[in-house]
């Protein structure tokens, strides 16, 4: 080969360039999400919008049927596959899931939990739960640019 | 290593039926999981207030003081998260006072009662029959709802401000910072509102939906009064039907949802 050393050594250098990434963060992979159960404390009736493995699969996609069943066709309802009727709003889901997207101060300032009153501690003081996953997978969810998370500050 | 015409034949039928049977064991599977949400359905709460055509009076007689606009225009402020960013051109106003002319800019009646022109009008979106707003709107991101009610959906609205030049009302605003830091006091109920996205009274579609009146009606003590046109019985429609009332720039052709009552304020002998 004409030039076959240099060549070869170029292209060692630039594979190993293209490679560099994933040698770097070798064995500094973030962990996986932890188990989910223990950042949900639940409520009394541990009962989900839908079952679990419809929710991780799907809640996206739930979530944006919510999000037009409400804005768009005003209907304020949702009745599960079980018969079970929720109502249409992301306080539904953070009644027992926290958003993490800021520290939660154990949920005292939590004015969803406020207004649970004596199940206070029903509510997840976790701030845990969506960022455990969405961190994990890079995705950054959307929900709060608009909707207050549960805490209610402002930042 | 070389096949027949025979067994070439053979060989490609069994693997079209391995990948036509592939592929119906996987859309069946499908089936399965979607059927799981197919029983889930939505509806309206039991609890909302519904109607076919709402529509609100504002009856200028109850309009007298500074205090009487203030309560109205706060409540507002208060439950909807509007920002105050302290100079005109970026104000967010959903419901506020204007003057005569501005609110009705006709002109035709040069001398009319000065007290009637002096009167300060509450304006707000006219939730308009014939929306130009929302034909104007490219996203689909503003609509008209059965109920009449001209809403707004964030999430679609791509901030290109055409519904604010197609409105005649000048009743959509424009976020054109991040409202977020400007709001005086929050409800953590009610959405805030992302820069760039236009928005403007929406009939308190959110409270309609619990059975609750719209907030500033509810602050008017009377002044402002909220019903259903297309019920002969409601008292917006009584109103509307038996006593002297205008609405805003009618010769647009938008037909208007807001009237205003003004039988009540020359004469004063109901007042």
């Known amino acids: 080969m004409y030039k076959g050393g240099k060549i070869i050594a170029a292209l060692i250098i630039f594979v190993a360039f293209l490679t560099f990434p994933f040698f770097y963060n070798m064995g500094k992979a973030n962990a996986g999400p932890e188990n989910l159960a223990a950042n949900l404390k639940q409520a009394a009736e541990p009962q989900c919008v839908e079952s679990a493995d419809y929710m991780r699969t799907n809640h996206m996609q739930l979530l944006n049927d919510w999000r037009q069943a409400y804005v768009r066709d005003g209907q304020t309802e949702y009745t599960n596959s079980q018969g079970k009727t929720f109502e249409v709003n992301l306080d539904t889901c953070t009644k027992c899931h926290s958003t993490g997207s800021s520290s939660n101060a154990a949920g005292l300032s939590n004015p969803v939990a406020n207004n649970v009153g004596v199940s206070n501690s029903a509510v997840d003081t976790s701030d845990q739960f969506c960022v455990s996953c969405h961190d994990y997978a890079s995705v950054k969810p959307t929900c709060w640019d608009c909707p207050f998370e549960p805490e209610g500050a402002t930042k | 290593m070389s096949i027949n015409r025979r ?118 979106c006219n939730h308009c029959e014939n929306p130009p707003c929302v034909k104007a709107c490219p996203t689909g991101a503003t609509f008209k709802r059965s109920d009449g009610i001209v809403d ?24 054109y910072r991040d409202p977020r830091p400007f709001i005086k006091k929050t409800n953590p109920n009610f959405p805030t ?9 929406t009939f308190c579609v959110e409270r309609l939906a619990k059975g609750e009146i719209p907030a500033c009606v509810e602050a008017s003590k009377g002044g402002l009064i909220f019903g259903d046109l297309d019920d002969p019985n409601s008292e917006v429609r009584k109103i509307v039907s038996t006593k002297f009332t205008i609405r805003r720039k009618t010769d647009l052709g938008t037909q208007p949802s807001v009237y205003y009552l003004i039988d009540r304020v020359g004469g004063g002998e109901h007042a």
């Open chain 2, 7 to 124: 067994q070439f034949l053979r060989r490609a039928g069994v693997v079209t039926a391995l990948g036509l049977g592939g592929s119906f064991a996987f859309t069946g599977l499908r089936g399965t999981v979607a059927e799981a949400a197919s029983d889930a359905g939505y509806k309206t709460s039991d609890k909302s207030l519904t109607a076919k055509h709402w529509a609100m009076v504002v009856d200028m007689s109850k309009f007298k003081s500074e205090d009487d606009i203030k309560r109205v225009t706060e409540s507002c402020v208060n439950i909807h998260n509007i920002p105050d960013f302290g100079n005109p051109k970026d104000e967010i106003m959903w419901i506020w006072q204007d003057d005569y002319e501005h609110t009705f800019s006709g002109g035709d009646n040069e001398y009319l009662t000065e007290s009637f022109k002096e009167l300060p009008f509450m304006v707000l």
């Open chain 2, 152 to 175: 707004m959906d964030y999430h679609r609205c791509i901030g290109c401000r055409f519904c604010m030049g197609a409105c005649p009302f000048g009743a959509r605003s424009f976020n």
């Open chain 2, 193 to 201: 509102r992302t820069p760039g996205v236009v928005e403007k009274c």
